[in-house]
C-alpha cells in the first residue's frame, strides 16, 4: 500500500469513527441527563418516605434522610461498557467503509501507475540505443563534439527521470541493496556538480560511512537534493555535505521555503519561477521509503534549508 494510500485511509477511518463517537457522545449525553433525572426523582420520594417514617417512630437522626443523594456510578459504569462496544464493534466497521471508499482511487491509481511502468519501460530501448550509438561515434571521432555531449547529457537526463518515474510508481517494489561507501559516492557526484556548476561552491566534509542501499536509489536521492540546493541557491552561496552521527547533511544558503512539511507532495513547487517538475522530491521520498532512510527538513525563508538523511 503507498504512502498516499495509507494517509487516505487513515483520514476516511477517523472520519467514519469520529462520526460513530459524536454520535455516542450525544446519545450518552441524554441517557445521563435522563437516568440522573430518574435518580434524582426515585431519592426524592424515597427520602421524604424515609423521613416521614422516622419522624413518625421518633427515631433520632432523621436529618440523615434529607442529606442523602444519589448514586450515579451504574450511570457511569454503564457509558463506559456503551463505550467499549462501540469501539470494539464499529472500530472495524470504520476500517471497511474506509477500505471501500478508496477502492476506486486505489484501482484508478493502480491504472495510472501500470501504464506509467509501461511507458518508462518502452521508451528505455530507444534511449539505451541513442546512448550506444553516441558513445559508439564519440569514441571514433578525434574531439569531442559539443553537439554530441548535449546529446549523451540529454539522454542521460531521460535515464534519470525514468527512474524515478518508476520510483513514485512502484513505491513498494522490491530492490537490491548493498553495501556501499557513501563517501567515495558523494565526492563522485559533488565532482559532477562541480563541472556542470563551475562559479558554484561546495564543501564536502563525508567520513566514510558504510550503509546498505539500492546504489542507483541512493544516487538519484543526493543528486536530486544537490539539484534542488542549486536551484534554490541565492548569489552561488556556499553547499555544504557532511556527515554527523550516521547522517548525511545537506545544507544550502537559499531562499528556504515557506512550508517544508509539502515538499515532498506530488507537483508541489514553492517557486514556479526555476524550471521543474515538481515531481524530484516526491520520488525521492519514494526511494528513501524502500530502501528504510529517514529524512528530516529544515527550513527558514531568506536563511536556508537543512536536510537530514538518517541511516539509522
Known sequence: M???ERNSILRFFGVFIGAFMLMFVVLATLYYFYESDRLNNDLEVDIQMNYIDCMKFQLEDCQKYQNATADFTPIYIHIFYAFILIVLLFAPISFFLALYALKPVRLASTMI???????????NTPIATIMLNAKSILRKSQEAPKKLLRILSSAKQLTDMQHDLLALADENGEIEKENIDLKSLSEEIVEGFKLQYPSQAFEE???ELKVEVNMVDMRRII?????????YNRDENLIKIYTKNQNLIIEDQGKGMAHPEKVFEKNYREDYSIQGNGLGLASVLAMLERNNIDIEVKSELNVGTIIILNFR
Not at 501507475?113 to 521508451?123: E, L, M, Q, Y
Open 223 to 231: 543528486q536530486n537534493l544537490l539539484s534542488n540546493a542549486v536551484k
Open 2 to 4: 503507498k504512502r498516499y
Open 113 to 123: 501507475d501500470n501504464f506509467i511502468a509501461n511507458i518508462v519501460h518502452d521508451i
Open 205 to 207: 566534509r563525508v567520513e
